[in-house]
């Protein structure tokens, strides 16, 4: 997924497949087609094929935590920026508040450490992100360089790489494509072009690009919306409920969303277009519930320090038409994807809610995750991800998908 964070406000052809469907008759042509234009399958639904109550859900207790209040270092996580599932059945944790990858196995117990915070080539200076290249290899993306070091799953340094784009771009993340290729993002704002960009929102054109397994760029994939940056007189970030572009890969396939609309893009690794899916039934609007919310979202989140300047930027606030549709996107193994959708506030806790499409393209619904619980990976049957208490101590868990 493209993760590229400002400073924050504060600071600164009709199917129906009835395996899909939860209600009791399949749906009718309305609430799910499929049209061919220019070659490519567009997928375009009406209501949700889940009935209310039912359809997929996140059990209520985990199958598996790693993490503790107190006791053992290696049980004490801070700052998770990833986790993912090894192919053993184990768990790689990209623990961000000691700059290192924690390997644990399938029942939890802890094995090994390595990397940690610095500038030396088996360390890090801000580990965003961590891939699984192979049965015994790891991609972990520092976004601080930038550029990428990958590991063995024993902790054995093989090598490291720094990114210099030619442009004005700035690498934003990684994914790994087939034949050993990289999918870079990358993010464009005011501060990396040039020219006067006066108060308001801005939203620039930028760049992916496909890279060897050396850093060496290839290829452009192609040119897509960056991040949303404000412009206010006395602060710069993002602009409430702002839109950004995701990505995930699986095999051959590139999904991109753009968050203008719900709908998510599929691509070919070439770039080019082969399927569109989408929900158009949903209301983006911004209107005085949402601002309302967005302003008491900055005062929860708020520093005493930041309250002085907290009531100037909220009177100053410039708020968009409409809002994005939602704010990460996740694509599982078996090609459904997965899309964060509720309000959503760059410093507070993320929304619990998640809208589905499935492998066809149809949308099928939406479903809560636990409070406090971001999830990172997907599985067939399960989700993996941080949780956070009351006090903000992580764990890392692991929950069952039922229904499914």
Partial sequence: MMRTFLPSLVVVAILAIPALWGC???????????????????????????????????????????GER?????????????????????????????????????????????GGAGEGPEEFRSPISLHVLAEDTLLIWDGARPGFSLFTVDGEFLRSRRLSLPGLERPAGVHPLPGNRLLLTTHSSPFTRPGDHGVGIHRFSTPFLVLDGDGIVLDTLGVFPSSETMILEQAVGFPPF????????????????????MDVSVRGLSGEPKA????????????????????????????PEGVPILEQISSSLIFPETRAAYSDLRVDPTGAVWLRTGLYFPEGPAPTEWSVFSREGAFLGTLAMPPGFEPMEFGRDFVLGRWKDELGVEQVRVYRIENR
């Fill in 24 to 66: 009791a008759e399949p749906p009718g042509p309305s609430n799910y087609t499929v049209r061919d234009s220019a070659g490519i399958r567009i997928v375009e639904s009406g209501e949700p094929a889940w009935c209310p109550g039912e359809g997929w859900s996140i059990a209520p207790d985990p199958v598996m935590k790693i």
């Fill in 242 to 261: 702002h839109k950004s572009t995701y990505v995930d890969v699986l095999g051959d396939a590139i999904y991109v969303g753009t968050a203008d609309a």
């Fill in 70 to 114: 107190e006791g053992e270092e290696s049980q004490l996580l801070f700052q998770v920026a990833d986790a993912r599932r090894l192919p053993g059945g184990g768990i790689a944790v990209l623990n961000g508040g000691s700059g290192t990858v924690r390997i644990f196995a399938g029942d939890g117990d802890f094995l090994r450490e390595f």
């Fill in 276 to 303: 569109l899916y989408r929900h158009p039934a949903v209301d983006l609007n911004v209107g005085a519930a949402e601002r309302e919310w967005f302003r008491d979202r900055m005062g929860v989140e708020a520093r």
